[in-house]
């Protein structure tokens, strides 16, 4: 019988906190699902393996273990994930973030309660260190929205899904647009949300299900696709240009490829939210970061005003006092704020 759910892993390296994923995986109260891993030919594949050997022995057949002949990269191995998995939805989950109580279950009641549903857009938060330390919280509305199928919605989501923990698209659609265009970009998952949303719906799960783990060295650049694009071990300027172009590349591609006028609302909702893409390199020195954020203005960003007052509040403020106000503005209203003409959905 067919899972409602296949909990997809792609595993590399970072063998030491796969126990704590499994463990929060493990104490869901929801049966109606499977754990898909595909570990792509890491250093640490032994460890992996071995991890994945113990838990396997607490539950049998729960997990469907694989062991890549080659290193995919990101993109490719999502695509692997899809293929091997026999949910009806997938929904991912970094080996290094933890699943909340009860999300399962939360995410399966919510896809029951609409229909034709092709990607679940959901809250999570971030913390440091131990999981009970929350640094922020990522709940983009204040309810659970129905969003059809369209390029309102794919607007509204396209930007939203660039963070994987959590993510859920129905696997049929998925597999119907497999492609590896778009390899070495770390964004396949927002080449599949664009077009899957063309013909079927999304809904928004206001709560919280799942924990992202801050601090996480970012571990590309190890496969063919990714090489020369992504340094392991390190977030350059160059490597995050090169990702914020991908992510207007698929946008652009999409659009003329499904005839969906997605690119301009996009590109706006891009920079009217730019502060996190400014920030990761505003640590660099000066002239530095001035280079990084004249690069992404050259993307179309530098068109929307948003963009440049990110830009001077970090010069000005500093990331840190930003971070903070940031923070407390989420805390006040409870939800992150909607900047410009976001798409809202339908309250069902």
């Known amino acids: 019988m067919q899972p409602k759910i296949s909990v997809c892993i792609p595993a590399y390296n970072r063998a030491e906190v796969l126990p704590e994923l499994l463990d929060t995986i493990f104490s869901q109260d929801f049966d109606d699902f499977e754990i898909v891993i595909c570990e ?96 922020q919280t990522f709940r983009y509305f204040d309810r659970e929205l129905f969003f059809p199928a369209g390029v309102e919605t794919i607007s509204t989501i396209y930007r939203r899904s660039v963070v994987i923990p959590g993510m859920v698209i129905h696997r049929q659609a998925a597999l119907q647009w497999t492609t590896n265009r778009f390899d070495g970009i770390l964004l396949y998952q927002l080449y599949l949300v664009a077009n899957i949303l063309v013909d079927m719906n999304a809904v928004y799960l206001p709560d919280v ?27 350059t300027p160059e490597s995050s240009v090169h990702f914020m172009q991908g992510m207007l590349d698929i946008a652009l591609y999409v659009e003329q490829s499904r005839n969906v006028a997605i690119f301009k609302p996009i590109l706006r909702d891009i920079a009217n939210y730019s502060y996190p893409i400014l920030a990761i390199q505003a640590k660099k020195p000066l002239g530095v970061f001035l280079k990084y954020g004249w690069s992404l203005a050259r993307l179309g960003l530098a068109r929307y005003p948003l963009f440049h007052i990110w830009l001077i509040a970090i010069l000005v403020l500093g990331t840190q006092r930003v971070d903070h106000l940031i923070v407390w503005i989420k805390k006040r209203l409870g939800h992150t704020p909607s900047i410009g003409n976001v798409y809202r959905g339908e309250a069902r």
């Open 209 to 235: 299900i799942v924990l992202y783990r801050n601090g996480g060295v970012p571990d590309f650049g190890n496969s063919a696709a990714e090489q020369g694009k992504f340094q392991p071990k390190e977030q």
């Open 40 to 135: 792509d030919r890491s250093p640490q594949r032994t460890q992996i393996s071995e991890v994945v050997s113990r838990y396997s022995i607490i539950r049998p057949r729960l997990i469907r273990y694989f062991e890549n002949e080659q290193n995919l990269g990101y993109d490719g191995n999502l695509r692997n994930l899809i293929e091997k998995s026999q949910g009806e939805y997938c929904l991912f989950m970094g080996n290094d973030d933890l699943m909340c109580e009860g999300a399962l279950a939360k995410v399966a009641a919510t896809l029951n309660r609409h229909p034709n549903i092709g990607v679940l857009l959901r809250s999570y938060a971030a913390f440091d260190g131990l999981p009970g330390n929350i640094v």
